[in-house]
């Protein structure tokens, strides 16, 4: 099948041959159809197998063939989505698609200055792609009016769940027309998922390009088991052994995203963090900087775990495996994207064992396990002396001689204080005459009566 056959403008087939597509991706091949029928959608498909060309091309296409109702643009098409980057990603791929057609795009999200986003807004728009708190915001404000929407689309609508957001999403649709188009694509799929589903979409079309919740063919998972303590120690080894440029780290805190990035720049390997405790503008810039190969590592927390489209992205490093098993998933879909190979690698320590059986729950299968010599799971102290056998430890008890018990020493009772003697007065020493008035000294010389 190619992209021609599934009735897409000649400007829309132009912007996907620029990018160097021949033929779509599965779930692109099922889903235009689809939307381009006005049905509604509820779509699974793994990470990196071209979701939100699935969705973009369409509506762009059927944004182009409607005028606006008002002359002043009231934005037509809303995506919400979980993170600052993954809506950076999407609407750069919406202002590529739409741009052909003279269709307007903007993003909406919280950490920048809400003005710039109200003046783009006020210019007029036809899609907004936003994350729902800062969307909240401007509907509140009555800075955004989303009466006319035609288009709904939950981007990795599992990762806003994961965030808390299901409240936001349905107060969202509140200020949306009912008579619209709806679209849920999700990386995995839950009952939850379902449920959201139920409540936002009508009579929806059901597709699953791939088996429920597992990773990506295209994806080498390895498990380096190792004790805590030598994990940056391994990590260092394996990328410098292997000479590996473009590796993505990720971390669990933002805390340890940091002190991980200053160890490794200890070491000597060029290394930036990201992540939500960094500013939008750092983040872009890091991120840009970090495709250009500037430095070879990019340490990360799962918020940034979503929104990072980085092409032909070789390595995936867990270095803390995360607590949801379904962002094991998510994680290493950063790599092996767009039928490019990729190698996903997570250093485990004995205390993550639960976390790993259920990933590997999750997965249905086991991830193969390498070892390296010079980094054991757990490591003997050094110069920790073995333990003896319990056998030898008694028989050496039974040859000591038995010592006789020491005599106790006993206490003396302590002497009854002299006749006479009271609080505050001195006692006559031995010889029965009484103790010398005291000498005033240098500091008892100054003392105020």
């Given at each position: 099948?190619?992209?021609?056959?599934?009735?897409?403008r000649a400007e829309l087939l132009s912007a996907i041959a620029t990018q160097g597509y021949s033929t779509p991706t599965p779930i692109q091949s099922q889903a235009i159809p689809v939307?381009?029928?006005?049905?509604?959608?509820?779509?699974?498909?793994?990470?990196?197998?071209?979701?939100?060309?699935?969705?973009?091309?369409?509506?762009?296409?059927?944004?182009?063939?409607?005028?606006?109702?008002?002359?002043?643009?009231?934005?037509?098409?809303?995506?919400?989505?979980?993170?600052?980057?993954?809506?950076?990603?999407?609407?750069?791929?919406?202002?590529?698609?739409?741009?052909?057609?003279?269709?307007?795009?903007?993003?909406?999200?919280?950490?920048?200055?809400?003005?710039?986003?109200?003046?783009?807004?006020?210019?007029?728009?036809?899609?907004?792609?936003?994350?729902?708190?800062?969307?909240?915001?401007?509907?509140?404000?009555?800075?955004?009016?989303?009466?006319?929407?035609?288009?709904?689309?939950?981007?990795?609508?599992?990762?806003?769940?994961?965030?808390?957001?299901?409240?936001?999403?349905?107060?969202?649709?509140?200020?949306?027309?009912?008579?619209?188009?709806?679209?849920?694509?999700?990386?995995?799929?839950?009952?939850?998922?379902?449920?959201?589903?139920?409540?936002?979409?009508?009579?929806?079309?059901?597709?699953?390009?791939?088996?429920?919740?597992?990773?990506?063919?295209?994806?080498?998972?390895?498990?380096?088991?190792?004790?805590?303590?030598?994990?940056?120690?391994?990590?260092?080894?394996?990328?410098?052994?292997?000479?590996?440029?473009?590796?993505?780290?990720?971390?669990?805190?933002?805390?340890?995203?940091?002190?991980?990035?200053?160890?490794?720049?200890?070491?000597?390997?060029?290394?930036?963090?990201?992540?939500?405790?960094?500013?939008?503008?750092?983040?872009?810039?890091?991120?840009?900087?970090?495709?250009?190969?500037?430095?070879?590592?990019?340490?990360?927390?799962?918020?940034?775990?979503?929104?990072?489209?980085?092409?032909?992205?070789?390595?995936?490093?867990?270095?803390?495996?995360?607590?949801?098993?379904?962002?094991?998933?998510?994680?290493?879909?950063?790599?092996?994207?767009?039928?490019?190979?990729?190698?996903?690698?997570?250093?485990?320590?004995?205390?993550?064992?639960?976390?790993?059986?259920?990933?590997?729950?999750?997965?249905?299968?086991?991830?193969?396990?390498?070892?390296?010599?010079?980094?054991?799971?757990?490591?003997?102290?050094?110069?920790?002396?073995?333990?003896?056998?319990?056998?030898?430890?008694?028989?050496?008890?039974?040859?000591?001689?038995?010592?006789?018990?020491?005599?106790?020493?006993?206490?003396?009772?302590?002497?009854a204080p002299a006749k006479g003697k009271a609080y505050g007065k001195t006692a006559p020493d031995r010889r029965g005459k009484a103790p010398a008035a005291p000498k005033l000294g240098?500091?008892?010389?100054?003392?105020?009566?």
């Amino acid at each position: 099948m190619s992209f021609e056959s599934l009735g897409l403008r000649a400007e829309l087939l132009s912007a996907i041959a620029t990018q160097g597509y021949s033929t779509p991706t599965p779930i692109q091949s099922q889903a235009i159809p689809v939307v381009l029928e006005g049905c509604d959608l509820l779509a699974g498909a793994q990470t990196g197998t071209g979701k939100k060309a699935a969705f973009a091309l369409p509506i762009v296409q059927m944004l182009s063939e409607h005028t606006p109702r008002n002359k002043r643009r009231n934005p037509r098409a809303l995506v919400l989505v979980p993170t600052r980057e993954l809506a950076a990603q999407v609407s750069g791929q919406m202002q590529n698609y739409g741009r052909r057609l003279s269709l307007r795009s903007t993003m909406i999200y919280g950490g920048v200055n809400i003005r710039a986003q109200i003046e783009r807004l006020h210019r007029g728009v036809d899609i907004v792609v936003a994350t729902p708190g800062r969307l909240l915001d401007h509907a509140e404000r009555r800075t955004i009016n989303l009466t006319e929407i035609e288009f709904l689309v939950l981007d990795e609508a599992d990762r806003m769940l994961d965030l808390g957001f299901i409240d936001d999403i349905l107060r969202v649709a509140d200020y949306l027309p009912p008579q619209r188009q709806t679209l849920l694509f999700s990386a995995t799929y839950s009952k939850i998922i379902k449920q959201l589903a139920d409540e936002l979409l009508d009579q929806p079309r059901r597709i699953e390009v791939a088996r429920r919740n597992i990773a990506a063919d295209a994806v080498t998972q390895l498990i380096y088991p190792v004790e805590r303590s030598r994990k940056r120690e391994m990590l260092s080894h394996l990328i410098r052994k292997g000479d590996w440029h473009q590796v993505l780290v990720f971390a669990r805190t933002r805390y340890g995203a940091d002190k991980l990035t200053d160890e490794l720049l200890f070491d000597g390997i060029t290394t930036s963090p990201i992540h939500s405790n960094k500013s939008q503008s750092l983040r872009t810039r890091t991120l840009a900087e970090f495709k250009q190969g500037v430095f070879r590592v990019l340490v990360a927390t799962d918020v940034a775990a979503r929104g990072l489209d980085i092409e032909r992205l070789p390595y995936v490093i867990n270095y803390d495996l995360p607590q949801v098993p379904e962002d094991y998933v998510h994680r290493i879909g950063r790599t092996g994207r767009a039928g490019e190979d990729g190698v996903a690698i997570s250093l485990v320590c004995p205390a993550e064992l639960p976390r790993l059986q259920a990933i590997e729950a999750l997965l249905e299968y086991a991830i193969p396990q390498q070892t390296i010599a010079e980094f054991p799971a757990i490591a003997v102290k050094r110069g920790a002396k073995a333990k003896p056998d319990k056998a030898v430890k008694a028989k050496k008890k039974s040859a000591r001689p038995v010592k006789a018990k020491a005599k106790a020493k006993t206490r003396s009772p302590a002497k009854a204080p002299a006749k006479g003697k009271a609080y505050g007065k001195t006692a006559p020493d031995r010889r029965g005459k009484a103790p010398a008035a005291p000498k005033l000294g240098r500091r008892l010389s100054r003392t105020k009566p």
